[in-house]
């Protein structure tokens, strides 16, 4: 059927049919003077949209090389034949072209976007504007239908929308298979850890250093592994967690992080600054993630640091706030800034500084699920900076 649509979203056409509309609007003006022969080369030239005039009976009186191109019939096939046949069945069965008209002399002009029947019944789809055509007087002597062939465009964008589809469906597969490998795993490594403790533990006395080597490695390996299995359930419950949208106080957040993180690192110079009001929309337990992410890799990497500086802050760039935490440790290669944000990809070696290569995995699918972007820019040994925005539609939530 006939899709009215917002002309606003079309500005060259817009603009192009806006002319057209003008210049038949003007000609109604004694003032206005076009040589009928010139306006009938321009409406020839137009290599893309097919000009198509009528009269008052919507008979075709006229048509440009451009409409027997996309349309495929003679001028002796057409000219004086009703514009009906152009029309689809379902189309036609809804009133169609006479409804249409009828409304370009109601509103001066209508644009559409629907089938259209070319000869020998082919479909394609188009873009179509239509205005009537009055003479000096004002009265009604005809109408014009303009109509572009964009069957082309709307092929790549259902391929693009089914691409998407396919994509979504196989991201959701991945989801469920990593969730429940993960889960799954969960149950064998407490058994391996429990076993290994359970043998240390009843042959304390008795075992000598390289067996006991052993199995310390074992629990060490299943701690990790652990970490691991964690991370991937919460990567997993972060994809369909339902957002909670409130007024979030960033700072606040951050400050009790930060104090946390002064405890647990008794040993270590350490200072934080912290930029006041920070005050975001979003979803409090998530960002509460993304801070927490952020401000322990910010200390983990400083580690090497005698004294470790690390900012928390934001800035604006036109109407979006860009926040960023930033430190002063042993950052990292630009080159490999692609890897940083994918699952497992970690840029450091185990050794120095250790971690499963989840939390920055995590922490970007946050920042997607708030509809905003995360991006870090570093040089290695002289610090890194983490930025993220926050989507726009998240502004119209009404405060908590």
Excluded at 75 to 96: C, H, M, N, Q
Excluded at 108 to 119: F, I, N, Q, T
Excluded at 356 to 366: C, D, E, F, N, V
Aim: include cysteine; aromatic fraction near 8%.
């Amino acid at each position: 059927g006939g899709m009215a649509r917002d002309p606003a979203t079309r500005p060259t056409r817009r603009h192009f049919s806006e002319r057209l509309s003008n210049t038949a609007a003007k000609g109604q003006h004694k003032s206005f003077r076009l040589d009928p022969a010139f306006f009938g080369l321009v409406i020839d030239s137009l290599a893309e949209y097919a000009v198509i005039t009528m009269d008052r009976e919507l008979a075709i009186s006229s048509w440009n090389p451009a409409a027997r191109r996309i349309f495929g019939y003679t001028d002796e096939e057409i000219i004086g034949s009703s514009v009906a046949p152009l029309f689809t069945d379902e189309d036609r069965s809804k009133g169609y072209p006479k409804r249409e008209f009828e409304e370009a002399l109601l509103k001066g002009r209508v644009e559409d976007e629907r089938y259209h029947l070319a000869k020998g019944g082919s479909l394609f789809w188009s873009y179509g504007l239509s205005f009537p055509l009055k003479d000096a007087e004002g009265d009604v002597r005809g109408y014009v239908k303009i109509v572009r062939d964009e069957t082309a465009r709307k092929q790549i964008e259902e391929g693009m929308r089914t691409a998407r589809i396919a994509a979504d469906a196989a991201y959701k597969q991945l989801q469920a298979f990593s969730y429940t490998v993960a889960h799954d795993l969960r149950a064998p490594l407490r058994s391996i850890t429990s076993y290994s403790k359970l043998a240390m533990n009843e042959s304390s006395g008795r075992l000598d250093p390289r067996k006991k080597e052993y199995l310390d490695k074992v629990v060490a390996a299943c701690a990790r592994m652990h970490g691991i299995v964690e991370g991937l359930l919460r990567l997993a419950q972060l994809a369909h967690q339902e957002l909670k949208p409130a007024r979030v106080n960033l700072s606040e957040i951050a400050a009790t992080i930060a104090s946390e993180l002064r405890k647990s690192n008794p040993g270590r110079q350490i200072q934080f600054e912290i930029k006041e009001g920070l005050a975001p929309i979003g979803d409090g337990e998530l960002l509460y993630i993304v801070i927490q992410n952020l401000l322990d890799n910010a200390v983990k990497f400083t580690g090497h640091r005698k004294r470790a500086q690390i900012e928390v802050g934001a800035r604006q760039a036109g109407n979006e706030t860009i926040y960023f935490i930033k430190d002063n440790g042993a950052g990292f290669d630009m080159s490999q800034v692609d890897k940083l944000f994918m699952p497992f990809q970690r840029l450091h070696r185990r050794e120095e500084f250790s971690g499963t290569g989840l939390g920055l995995a995590s922490i970007h699918r946050i920042i997607q699920r708030h509809g905003g972007r995360l991006w870090a820019e570093s040089v290695v040994g002289a610090g890194a900076t983490f930025y993220f925005t926050l989507g726009p539609q998240l502004t119209e939530v009404k405060e908590a």
